[in-house]
């Protein structure tokens, strides 16, 4: 099992990671951890919500072309 203690590097990739599939538990519940403590990982998760939202519209104004 892998500790639930990770570092920025490594939760940028589990953000980046939930994009595309369900994270597990022990992911999820690292995740949770670190937002709390950390001041620059949550910027990056509003950044990439951010680019998804922005995404998302594109897509629907293009009519998904």
């Known amino acids: ?6 570092t920025c590097k490594e939760v940028a ?6 994009e595309d599939r369900a ?3 022990a992911d999820r519940v ?7 403590a950390c001041d620059a990982c ?9 680019l998804r939202n922005g995404l998302r ?3 629907n ?3 998904g072309e």
């Open 23 to 25: 994270l597990g538990l």
């Open 42 to 50: 949550p910027k990056f998760e509003r950044q990439l919500l951010m």
């Open 1 to 6: 099992m892998m500790p639930l203690r990770r």
């Open 57 to 59: 519209q594109w897509r």
């Open 30 to 36: 690292a995740l949770r951890l670190h937002l709390v």
């Open 13 to 18: 990739a589990i953000l980046v990671a939930r």
């Open 61 to 63: 104004y293009t009519g």
